[in-house]
């Protein structure tokens, strides 16, 4: 009895599979061009030349720049919330939480990620269907980073007062790093905020009884 030859992927397959990975190139390349340049002289043409694609293959999956943008912006999202996850899961018995939550956070918003988040905020000012995107997207990004926090620290966004403090440390941190991108704060001044960052949470979580 011959043995049974193997089976092979659907071309289907094989097609979902390769659309799969343009995609990733093209929002990966969107992501590296918003870190690196203004918003105003990223095109199709840029992003396709930079992803390594065709702008003929890259319109295929994403007809407009919009949609390029719509697609990248969740991905922007799942990789910050991935990074969040992988911060807060990497706390180790005896370290403190709170240090390690807003130094880690901190050093993040001076990466590519981040960079990419604030052109688009930047560039939404003058763009309603860009500025509505955000919005809708962003909700959702904050209710699933208030989960992760949830789930991994038992950071209680549902508290009034933990919500507090959790929303003063985020903006306060977001506006300095806005204000380190134009010369605005020092090192001193940077480091002063933090602690007090640090302060506002811990004293939640105190008041709070945790």
Known sequence: MTA?????RGS???QAEKGA?????????????LAEMPYSEISMEVIANRAGVSRGGMQYYFPTRLDVLQATVGHLHRERLDIFRN??????H???????????????LNEREFRAYQELILAARSEPELADLLSRSYSAFIREWHEIARELIGWDADK????????????LLEGMAYGQIGGQISEQEI?????YAK??????IKETGR
């Open 4 to 8: 049974a030859a193997p089976r092979r």
């Open 12 to 14: 289907g397959q094989k």
């Open 21 to 33: 990975q343009l995609r990733a190139q093209v929002m990966d390349a969107a992501i590296d061009c």
């Open 87 to 92: 911060d807060l899961s990497s706390l180790r």
């Open 94 to 108: 005896g370290d403190d939480a709170i240090d390690h939550i807003i130094d880690s956070h901190w050093r993040h």
């Open 160 to 171: 009034p007062g933990m919500a507090l403090g959790g929303n003063v440390a985020h903006y």
């Open 191 to 195: 480091e002063t905020l933090l602690d």
């Open 199 to 204: 302060s506002v949470m811990r004293r939640e």
